[in-house]
């Protein structure tokens, strides 16, 4: 494992690259408020298994940083997408096995929807999470509204300043929440903690949860991924997704199973909350592992 740093689309990414360098390429990129330690057991796994892993810092976490302070701190989910697709083009990856959880599966399954041909396999925690923005507004059931709190907040200059000023105070009370049966220790949280002080994390974070909902405009340089994903494309590559039965954030995406037009499976994972590979590795590696053979099969 080697901590590596490389210029892809409007990106410095810093990224661990476990593996050998020939090894057949996946890339894993983790989710809020979370980061690459979400597969620090995953990695080596599929590195032993002959894979290059490739895990990076999404855009506003750890030494991630923009090239240019004139590009917008922009969270959008077509924003996330093409720094997944700038990332293999920087790093030559032709096509790879791409999978993630929360926002890494949400770049993850854009890349599989809008760019078939780059993606060997897809794993997605939480199914399909590309975003319908257009529907946003629609209101959902009492229980799914609570859940969302952190959300509505951060719509409001008081969550702006909550999250600049006690990032990590709600990124534990998220991590307590969405995960309950997850008995972390302070020695885990503080890994990654150290990844929210990137001085842009809260401007992405803030427009992420903005710009789903439409309430502020989108990074023109985007706009076409946008307007190609307001269609909800469905994803034709194979796709192994997963859900948390003990998922405090979401109440279960087996529904999402028709968005999925090539070879798909869905598995649930018992007494498991949102950050899916950091609390079930030897799961997630397995799913990993069966996409690649799906995908063979195929």
Known sequence: MELKT????????????????DGWPAILCHGFPYDVHAYS???????????????PFLRGYGPTEFLSRETPRSGEQAALGFDLLALMDALKIERAIVGGYDWGGRAACIVSALWPERVVA?????SYNIQNIARSLEPASPAVEASLWYQYYFHSERGRR????????????????????????????NQTAPAFENPDFVDVVIHSYRHRYGLVPGDPAVADIEARLAAQPD????????????????????????????????RIFA?????????????????????RRLSKNC
């Open 122 to 126: 897809l794993i997605s925690g939480n």
């Open 41 to 55: 057991e995953v990695a080596p796994r599929l590195a032993d298994a002959g894979a290059r892993v490739i895990v």
């Open 162 to 189: 909550g999250l600049a000023e006690d990032r990590n105070g709600i990124a534990h009370l998220l991590w307590k929440m969405w995960s309950p049966t997850w008995n972390f220790d302070e020695e885990t949280f």
């Open 271 to 291: 007494n498991i909350g949102h950050n899916l590979p950091q609390e079930q590795p030897i799961g997630w590696v397995t799913a990993v592992l069966d996409a």
């Open 6 to 21: 490389i210029n892809a689309g409007v990106l410095k990414v810093s990224y661990y690259d476990y593996g050998p360098a």
């Open 235 to 266: 994803i034709t590559v194979p796709a192994i997704t997963i859900d948390g039965d003990a998922d405090g954030v979401n109440n279960g995406t087996g529904h999402h199973a028709r968005k999925f037009t090539g070879p798909h499976e869905h």
